[in-house]
Nanobody
């Protein structure tokens, strides 16, 4: 069992920055692949970014809508994943969720591929 907890959401003006933190706990949680998703009011949950776990170094993946503005990273010693969000836009407003899975079979973008989810943290970007 892995527990996932997100923190760091809040209200920010357009063009500003926020850093979300996802803390994972549980046996071997540091070896899990991790992803960030978001869900805006009235919309489906969508993929934002993901980072895998690998002995040879992690790979990162991004949705086109956030590429170049958001950066995902992980600190395996702290069992923590970060999402640095820069140049925020009003359309980035959503509840952001962190998720974990041991193996995603290359489906890093697929909600159904993830096993464990956090409760979400609200990000609101004002214009």
């Amino acid at each position: 069992q892995v527990q996932v907890v997100e923190t760091g959401g809040g209200l920010v003006q357009a063009g500003g920055s926020l850093r979300l933190t996802c803390a994972a706990s549980g046996r071997t949680s540091s070896t899990y692949n991790m992803g960030w998703f978001r869900q805006a009011p009235g919309k489906e949950r969508e993929f934002v970014a993901a980072v895998n776990w690998s002995w040879s170094g992690s790979s990162t993946y991004y949705a086109d809508s956030v590429k170049g503005r958001f950066t995902i990273s992980r600190d395996n010693a702290k069992n923590t994943v970060y999402l640095q969000m820069n140049s925020l836009k009003p359309e980035d407003t959503a509840v952001y969720y962190c998720a974990a899975v041991l193996k995603w079979g290359s489906r890093y973008y697929d909600i159904a591929a993830y096993t464990y989810w956090g409760q979400g943290t609200q990000v609101t970007v004002s214009s």
